[in-house]
């Protein structure tokens, strides 16, 4: 059979409206797409090719970029600080994941729980802390035997923290597909604890640590708050652009360093999916399911990592809320809870808390529908499976693009005088959209593995009976794929709330949000009130996703009871 004609089976003609209907979703979700984040950074990219007059200079800007030391400077720390955070991370979220999935320890649930609480927070809160831990007044400042805080050290702390949970959660999803055939025969050979580690376990696990490392690695190199609380003089990409942007008003410079910002992620991104996609295909049919025996000897030490590890970052959430309830550090160390009262040290007061639940709750509630229903056109479309893939691809695309960048790329693109979509800049509106775009690839990557564990028989049973598309998407596919859905939507909900980068040059007087009231309370020196500002978010995320929890369990009981027939 020749390509061609292999391909006219592949691809079948559009027979009916329900075709037409998935086709019209695929072009919306990437006319979306396209509009949203494509056109963006083309705007951000031309914009590093032009001068102040918007006159093409060609490579001009990014010469000067390679000429201006301090420039290049920042680039080589964003690097090795990345670099040495990600080889910090990842034996210690490879020991917590090990002991979460192939141990018999007590008290799994409560550790999983811990390592998940930084995911809540915003990246700054661990840099508060460590600031009235080791600052220029700190309670432990002698332990530095003169040593300071403020620099590469405390960034990599505070980046250690902040990065952990992701890493553990991809290195325990990697864990958790053990074959146990594999150890029962290291076992029945005889094979010492060492070597099943490093001839089975590590080997099984292998690509998982690929994909940690550069997560990790791309979360570093673009994170603004952390180097932006306690990172002094040190200067890092992600702080030029806001340097360049915010402070000397050099938008040219400002995209350049936006373009060069993105490489290192893009990169990154490239191999984190080639290390999934090797990842997956390690993964055997007849695999079963490993269940680990109780082992004393490996349990007490397994068990003694976690407890350290969750103790140290309770106790940075402790400093820090600790921290929020200080009158006036350090002279006056009494309890009050005046710093909780925004409105002395912000103008809009409680309002920036607001608008980021706000925010939050409009990037749930519009994000969560619209990802799921783009995912269901890309899955389901088969007339057009060329259209489907590049749309498909696009969807995965703002995984690799940070916040900074995206930020940057808005104002080029929503300001311009051309755009009639302009109005949405410095509204509400435009910090939702960004949003929505910059965590868009998660979300859709959980609504297609929920949309793939489908039985295909629901389609035929429907096509059988002539039942339209649309009716069966709600009657059959969102009541089954509901607890995904509110998964999506929590997930946009904790992002939105805590998130600096991806609003940080958006947002306008009366649209603060919370987490860039924040950073500016941290610059005013008002650390108390920047505190009580981190830990407010936390609770308010923390509050969410015990809600979220309760909720899951309702809907579980009443749409998923099937499952267990």
């Not at 649930?109 to 811990?114: D, E, P, Q, V």
């Not at 002094?232 to 402070?247: E, H, I, M, P, R």
Request: proline share 5%.
């Amino acid at each position: 059979m020749t390509a061609a004609a292999r391909a006219a089976q592949r691809v079948r003609p559009v027979r009916s409206t329900d075709d037409v209907v998935l086709i019209a979703v695929v072009a919306l979700g990437g006319l979306f797409l396209a509009v949203a984040l494509a056109a963006p950074l083309g705007a951000l990219l031309a914009k590093s090719f032009q001068d102040e007059a918007g006159r093409f200079v060609g490579l001009a800007n990014y010469i000067r970029y390679v000429e201006t030391p301090a420039l290049l400077g920042s680039l080589w720390n964003s690097l090795w600080v990345a670099a040495l955070t990600t080889a910090i991370v990842l034996p210690l979220a490879f020991g917590y994941a090990y002991a979460l999935t192939r141990s018999a320890m007590p008290g799994k649930a409560f550790f999983r729980a811990i390592a998940l609480l930084p995911i809540l927070a915003p990246s700054l809160l661990p840099a508060l802390a460590l600031i009235y831990l080791f600052g220029n007044q700190g309670m432990l400042k002698p332990l530095l035997m003169g040593g300071t805080i403020y620099g590469p050290a405390g960034i990599i702390v505070s980046e250690v923290f902040y990065c952990f949970p992701p890493a553990v959660l991809i290195l325990a999803t990697a864990l958790s597909g053990a074959d146990a055939r594999l150890y029962e025969a290291a076992e029945a050979l005889r094979a010492s604890r060492i070597r099943v580690m490093r001839t089975v376990t590590l080997p099984a696990a292998r690509y998982g640590m690929v994909s940690a490392g550069f997560v990790v690695f791309t979360l570093v190199i673009t994170d603004f708050g952390i180097p932006k609380v306690i990172g002094g003089s040190f200067n890092v990409l992600a702080t030029d652009v806001y340097k360049q942007v915010v402070g000397q008003q050099n938008f040219q410079m400002g995209a350049v360093v936006g373009m060069v910002l993105l490489a290192p992620a893009v990169l990154a991104y490239l191999a984190d999916g080639w290390a999934r996609r090797r990842q997956t295909s390690s993964v055997s049919a007849r695999a079963v399911p490993y269940v680990a025996k109780r082992r004393p000897k490996r349990d007490g030490p397994l068990l003694l990592h976690c407890a350290v590890i969750a103790a140290l970052m309770l106790g940075l959430i402790g400093v820090a809320a600790w921290g929020s309830l200080i009158t006036f550090w350090p002279w006056n160390l009494s309890l009050t809870l005046a710093n909780y009262e925004f409105g002395r040290f912000d103008s809009a007061g409680w309002g920036s808390w607001w608008n980021s639940v706000t925010l939050a709750a409009w990037t749930a509630a519009i994000g969560a529908p619209l990802v799921f229903v783009f995912a269901y056109g890309m899955e389901k479309a088969k007339t057009v499976p060329a259209l489907a893939g590049i749309v498909r691809f696009a969807a995965t695309v703002p995984l690799a693009v940070p916040g900074l960048v995206l930020g940057i790329a808005y104002i080029f693109y929503f300001n311009a005088p051309a755009n009639p979509a302009g109005f949405l800049y410095g509204t509400t509106g435009i910090l939702v959209l960004n949003s929505i775009v910059h965590f868009y690839t998660v979300g859709h990557l959980a609504s297609v593995t929920a949309l793939k564990q489908l039985d295909p028989e629901f389609e035929s049973v429907a096509a059988s009976l002539k039942v339209p598309v649309w009716r069966s998407f709600l009657a059959v596919t969102v009541p089954i794929s509901l607890p995904v859905i509110l998964d999506v939507a929590i997930y946009l909900f904790v992002n939105a709330m805590t998130t600096v980068s991806a609003v940080v040059f958006l947002y306008a007087p009366d649209t603060k949000p919370a987490s860039v009231a924040l950073v500016q309370m941290d610059e005013a020196g008002q650390a108390s009130a920047a505190a009580a500002m981190a830990i407010t978010i936390l609770a308010t995320s923390a509050a969410v996703k015990a809600l979220h929890v309760w909720t899951d369990g309702v809907i579980a009981r009443r749409t998923q009871a099937w499952r267990s027939r």
